[in-house]
Structure formats: C-alpha cells, structure tokens
C-alpha cells in the first residue's frame, strides 16, 4: 500500500527559532492534509493542500506541496511554546476516503 | 461546528471483559466513520472505515470478529473490542467525515483502553 514517509521524528527546538517537518512519498500524493497533535489530545485538522506547486499560510505557518505532488512541508516560523505537539502529514489517496498518515514529527519548544 | 464525541475517554478492565466505545458527531450527519488505533510515541494506524448501514470494512491484519463496528446512525458508530486481553492495551481514536473526501476528519478525544 502506499507509504507516506515523514521526517524528522523529533525536533527540539529554542523558543523563537524556525521549524519544519517533511513529507514524501514514491508514488503521487493525491491531496496532503495537516494535522496538529497536543500531548494527549486528539489530531485536529490543520490544512489541506490539492494542487501541484501549492502554497497556503496561516499565520506563522506555512504549508507547501510540491510541484510534483511528491512531497510535502510544513515550516513554522518563530516558534512558540504554543506550537508544542507532533505533526502529522496525511494522503488521502487516488479515490479513496481512507487517511494514510506520516509517522508525525514531534516539536518540543524550550521557552 | 463539525464536533466529534469518543466516550468513555478512559478504560480499565479485567482481561477478557468485552467494551464497547462510542463516537458521535454532534452537529452534522457523517456517513463515514474511521477507527484508528495508535501506540504510544506512534501514529495513527487505521483500523476500520464504517459506513452507515453498511458493514464495516478493516484493515489487513485487524480481526473483525475481534473488533466489532457498528454505524447504526448518521451520527454513531460503535467499536467493541471483545474479550479484550493486555496486548488490546491502547489509544483508540475515531474520525467522522463531513462530506467527500476532500473534506478534513474531525476526531474524537480518544478512548485510552488500559487491560489489566
């Protein structure tokens, strides 16, 4: 089955300094949709990315998904400590209603 | 909007007791339901897409008649675990899709299942 590849698995970073974790896959993601995990929380749903080159912010973040539907980023500029948790990338597949998430990436952020 | 409910959120029992978690959508319709089981420091592995008044459809390597769905409503699906055993130990989650499918997951909280 496909196979979404997300890295790194950790990240510890200073307050105030950038973060970004990536997604790829072999095989064509078909729509990539991120999502953000508190520390005992559940997955709650960032964006959600379609077409080829795309390039969407909210706020601090930004989101970006590759011109050959490959892969896939998430960059956070000038952490906080609000921004603590792992971050999942996830594919819904070609026709399909089914997630396949990324392993997660998770920010710790040193005040 | 879009609103999910998982209850209980917490679960200890004996070995070989059966339990049964429910995820509601509160405030639309959802004809998709997902469960998904996930391990500590792990992601989300799906286990079952539940379709109302259908039956469930699971993933490789998921026992059904271990894991028992029910989608009886456009806003409830039930997973019961039976005879559950210490190695059913984990963080269950369940998702309801709002639409098609280029339409996000709301999740549920979570129901951690902890077998003694």
């Known amino acids: 089955g496909q196979q979404v590849m997300q890295i790194p698995q950790y990240q510890h970073v200073q307050e105030g300094e950038d973060f970004t974790t990536y997604c790829n896959s072999s095989t064509t993601l078909s729509n990539i949709q991120w999502y953000k995990q508190r520390p005992g929380g559940h997955p709650v749903f960032l964006i959600q990315l379609v077409k080829s080159g795309e390039v969407k912010k909210q706020k601090r973040l930004t989101f970006q998904f590759g011109e050959a539907k490959k892969n896939s980023s998430l960059h956070i500029t000038a952490t906080q400590t609000t921004d603590v948790g792992t971050y999942f990338c996830a594919d819904t597949g070609a026709g399909s209603y089914q997630l396949t998430f990324g392993k997660g990436t998770k920010l710790s952020v040193i005040p | 909007g879009a609103v999910v409910s998982q209850h209980p959120s917490r679960v200890i029992c004996k070995s070989g007791t059966s339990v049964k978690i429910e995820c509601r959508s509160l405030d639309f319709q959802a004809t998709t339901m997902f469960w998904y089981r996930q391990f500590p420091k792990q992601s989300l592995m799906l286990m079952a897409t539940?379709?109302?008044?259908?039956?469930?459809?699971?993933e490789q390597g998921v026992e059904k008649d271990k894991f028992l769905i029910n989608h009886a409503s456009l806003t409830l699906s039930t997973l019961t675990v039976t005879s559950a055993h210490p190695e059913d130990s984990s963080f269950y989650i369940c998702?309801?899709?709002?639409?098609?499918?280029?339409?996000?997951?709301?999740f549920g909280d979570g129901t951690r299942l902890s077998i003694l």
């Open positions: 998702s309801a899709l709002q639409g098609d499918r280029n339409q996000p997951q709301h």
């Open positions: 539940s379709n109302e008044g259908s039956k469930a459809t699971y």
